[in-house]
């Protein structure tokens, strides 16, 4: 069945940043969600994790609602990976692992260039590196749905394809579906299964991936902040 909001609002004070949004993401699914800055990306994400935001609307899992915290939410299934480098710098990679409840040997099993680097402060990773360590360990501890916000933010093109193949194998062989917000058309051409473009809160346009390329012009419209007709 997979992950399912219905109505989704999220408000800052009294500033409400996503408007009533509708979104789906099946079992094994990689739903990219593009848009310009400001325009109720991540919002959307933490909304749906119970951090941040004020939100209103229904977000269900497996067709029961989730409510209460984010620690609830986790428990039920639902993991996160925000932008920037989730890691505890000062602590060890292995104690990393094991603080974030995953097995080691799996998390090198999918990230084995972190093997060398076990007894390595995580903050003296490169940040392909720290980046591989919040995406397996999030990955292992076994999650129905992914929610990742610009995982690639910063990292060279070859690393972000390196993480990216991963998200592709984990969908395709345990079933975890992926909301990912991305910035770069190219990328969710290549790992979505289908994309929603947002702009001021709202959904503008829903469409498979492998369409991206192809109506470049009308995303881009999008983007500029001009809502479709």
Known sequence: MGLDAK???????????????????????????LGRNGAGK???????AGLGPRST?????????????????ARRGIGIVLEGRSVFPGLSVRRNIELGGADVDEVLGMFPELQARLGNRAGSLSGGEQQMLSLGRAICRGPRVLLLDEIDFGLAP????RLFAQLRDVARNRGI???????????AAEVAD????????HIRLELPATQLLARHDEVEHIYLGAALA
């Open 7 to 33: 109505g989704l609002t999220a408000a800052y004070g009294r500033v409400e940043v996503v408007h009533g949004v509708d979104l789906a993401v099946g079992d094994g699914e990689i739903v990219a969600m």
């Open 42 to 48: 991540s919002s959307t994400l933490l909304a749906m």
């Open 57 to 73: 609307g229904r977000v269900e899992l497996d067709g029961t609602e989730l409510t209460g915290p984010a620690h609830r939410r």
């Open 158 to 161: 070859v690393v972000s394809r």
């Open 177 to 187: 579906g992926i909301l990912l917000v991305e910035q770069h058309l190219h990328f």
């Open 194 to 201: 289908r994309a929603l473009v947002m702009d001021q809160g």
